[in-house]
């Protein structure tokens, strides 16, 4: 890039799709910054080219059209919760950004939802919804000081993208929409998170390794960091997988805040890719109890190993993890759960101070093993919602399995090599009823 230009637009009043998407269209080799001055700019899909910096003044708004067909030019190749299309899209484009401190926003909530699910606290989602972001095969990356308020479903979704700095962000979802994740890593190498705020129903910061419709993966996800974080979550905060078809090799989750939340921290193995050297260091954790629509309740830390095809392909090994310096509370418990002798190994826990504290649902006292097998069986009788909960013959939800001897602060099965050390849970004295006197379970 040897030079650079600005084209400035303002809002008129009217759909501003066409005059958005030439301003991109006209980037050659040069740079070029397309600058949306302080207004609304309503808008349909936009897809991002090379050396274009889409820029949000102060009091700029880019407020998207709350309708699935609007976005039938900007299909994108990983299919997530049946959505083909997001807002905005970029394939194989390098030297792209969006910065400024305008925002977002995207109305999901209410133009994608089909009203309230009270018994199991979310709200019911619309069958097709577009992401927001989603860059495919994409280097030199950078998204700076943005907002993304309200989307109808992964908000930033990021796949086989390589040198992402992500820094400032801020996502402010509606807390019961689901599959509203906030910033999904998939099959990326060298990515940065940081200095970000996500608030959101679904998994917070998530790293997957996504089929895609080829029949081939998003790739490995390799040296990924994510730090100086605050995550509000009503699924898993900081979280791997489920999606696993490839590699995750050497992650860092440090120096986060997570608040209000569900699970904290989860590694979650299904489809045979293996998780192998990650990290969770000075983090602080509050954690509570939710219904059993969302996954998981209470717990500080899941990681749990499980066949989600067992006649095809096991799911992989998770070794080599480390925790360290994790303190805050927890309603709930922690969990290492594997279906196999070893496929969790070489674990060191090392600084670990957490409250223990009763929640007033009770959700807490089971473990949760979702998404199994189940998820996939196509059975439009069955009551529940696909890739959520399904209830089986006795009325329960599937996956949700009871503690041995109740709630212990710290549950392992078929874990090798686990290290405990410098580690209290405070648990209440006396013990609630449902909790087990054993602070630590090992099966």
């Known amino acids: 890039m ?119 606290g979310t709200l019911i989602p619309a069958e097709k919804r577009p992401r927001v972001l989603v860059l495919e095969d994409c280097q030199h990356v950078a998204l700076t000081e943005i907002t993304v308020l309200d989307s109808p479903m992964w908000t930033l979704h990021f796949v086989g993208c390589s040198d992402v700095s992500l820094r400032g962000i801020r996502v402010d979802n509606n807390r019961q929409m689901p599959n509203t994740d906030g910033i999904v890593v998939d099959g990326c190498q060298n990515l940065v998170v940081s200095d970000s705020e996500i608030r959101t129903a679904d998994d917070g910061i998530v790293l997957k390794t996504s089929a895609t419709a080829e029949g081939g993966t998003a790739g490995e996800c390799r040296d990924i960091r994510v730090t100086g974080c605050t995550i509000e979550s009503r699924s898993c905060a900081l979280k791997i997988g489920t999606e696993s078809h490839d590699n995750f090799r050497d992650i860092s989750f440090e120096d986060c805040d997570i608040v209000q939340s569900n699970r904290g921290l989860g590694i979650f193995s299904r489809d045979g890719g293996v998780v192998e050297n990650v990290r969770f260091a000075r983090i602080k954790l509050d954690c509570h109890e939710t219904p059993d629509g969302f996954w998981g309740s209470g717990e500080a830390l899941t990681i749990n190993v499980i066949d989600r095809r067992p006649d095809s392909r096991p799911a992989g090994a998770v070794r080599g993890v480390e925790i360290s310096e994790i303190s805050g509370h927890m309603q709930g418990a922690i969990n290492l759960f594997a279906e196999r002798a070893g496929d969790i190994s070489d674990v060191l826990v090392d600084g670990l101070s957490l409250k223990q504290r009763p929640g007033t649902l009770g959700t807490a006292q089971s473990y949760d093993l979702r998404p199994t097998a189940a998820d996939l069986e196509a059975d439009p009788d069955a009551e529940g919602r696909a890739n959520a909960w399904r209830k089986g013959a006795d009325g329960r939800v599937i996956g949700l399995v009871e503690y041995p001897g109740g709630m212990p602060a710290i549950f392992a099965r078929n874990v090798a090599g686990l290290d405990l050390q410098n580690w209290q849970v405070s648990r209440p004295d006396p013990l609630p009823d449902g909790w087990n006197s054993e602070a630590l379970v090992t099966l």
């Not at 230009?5 to 005059?19: F, N, S």
């Not at 998207?64 to 083909?84: C, Q």
């Open 2 to 120: 040897i030079a650079s230009r600005d084209i400035c637009i303002t809002p008129d009043g009217i759909e501003a799709t066409t005059r958005i998407q030439a301003a991109i269209d006209s980037a050659t080799h040069q740079k070029l910054r397309v600058v949306l001055a302080p207004g609304r700019h309503i808008c349909g899909g936009l897809t991002l080219r090379s050396n274009v910096e889409l820029h949000l003044d102060e009091g700029a708004e880019l407020v998207f059209i709350p309708d699935y067909a609007a976005y039938e030019k900007t299909r994108v190749g990983v299919i997530a919760e049946e959505s083909d299309r997001a807002m905005i899209t970029g394939k194989g484009a390098q030297h792209i950004a969006i910065t400024g401190t305008g925002r977002i926003s995207c109305d999901g909530s209410r133009a994608f939802s089909l009203g309230g699910d009270d018994a199991m």
